[in-house]
């Protein structure tokens, strides 16, 4: 169709071309007199005229072939009810990660109700990604949660007699003073590893940073909820599992409270495995990692900041 319009538009415009063309007798008069300027302001104006004329022939023809574009205007009845969207478009504005700007982040209930706004801390909730830091800190969680209780017996735990088993030379066979040995079947284990602790010193400053770090990124991914409370009518599941329901991609949540965690909520959530409970002063990198969303109250979102804020005793 396109194809056929662009061909009808050439045609016109190349006939409206030779209609207004000037003769050649005006051409070479003006090629001769073009000094004078007599005929090469008719020539001129003949020019301005062709190019009007086309450009007039070309829009009204555009006008012809052209589909028309509904727009939302005075005319409401050219629009389809059925093929209107009824749900609100939103315009979030792109932004910097990592300027340490205050945020403004809606707060809302387990009924997903309006429960107004709250600013979060650009220190604590808008600071730089650094995936070293990251690393850091999980490792030495990791490490200092090792039991650290494997044992192995050296040759004075383990049991057996101490005597010589034959004699030393004239039996035709190798030299040994004991049958505890780590050659003998029951016998010792040389440098086993023994009870003992795999935590590693890793600065306050560098954890505070990474718990910042963890809390900026879900915040960036858009994946913290912020709740008014944390509080369950009952301590039925179905409450929980509703709510999760209307959490868009979503698979597992960490719910975080500012003080101890209510009765009806632990039980309400100790059934789903995919729904875990901390109180604020718990809360911590690696727990936000396994978690792709971060549910926190009021009062978790207060007591964190307030713990970031807090001077490092030295």
Known sequence: MAAIISKRLLRSLGTLHSL????SNCANFASS???????????????????RSGFLLARSMARRFSTTILTPGADEGAFPSELLSTKAVV???????????????PVTNFHNEDKGFMV????????????DIIHRVVRWQLAKRQQGTHSTKTISEVS?????????????????????????????TKHGPKPRSHAFKLNKKVRRLGLKIALSARVAEGKLIVFDDLEVPTHKTKNIVSSY???????????????????????ATQNLHYVNVLPSIGLNVY??????????????VNSIVQGMHTPINR
Request: aromatic share 4%.
């Open 91 to 105: 315009a979030t504005p792109d932004r910097t990660i990592g300027l340490c700007q205050d945020l403004l982040i």
């Open 245 to 267: 329901n209307q959490m868009e991609n979503t698979k597992k949540v960490l719910l975080v409270d500012g003080g101890p965690i209510d009765e009806k909520l632990k039980l």
């Open 120 to 131: 979060l801390a650009g220190d604590v909730f808008d600071v730089p990604i650094r995936k």
């Open 160 to 188: 057996g007699t101490g005597r010589k088993p034959w004699n030393q030379k004239k039996s035709g066979r190798a030299r040994h003073g004991s049958l505890r040995g780590p050659q003998f079947r029951g016998g010792e």
């Open 287 to 300: 727990s936000i990692l396994l978690h792709d969303t971060l549910v926190m109250s009021r009062d978790a």
């Open 33 to 51: 007199h073009r000094s004078h300027g007599t005929c090469s302001s008719l020539y001129g104006e003949g020019n301005f005229s062709a190019e």
């Open 20 to 23: 207004v063309r000037p003769s």
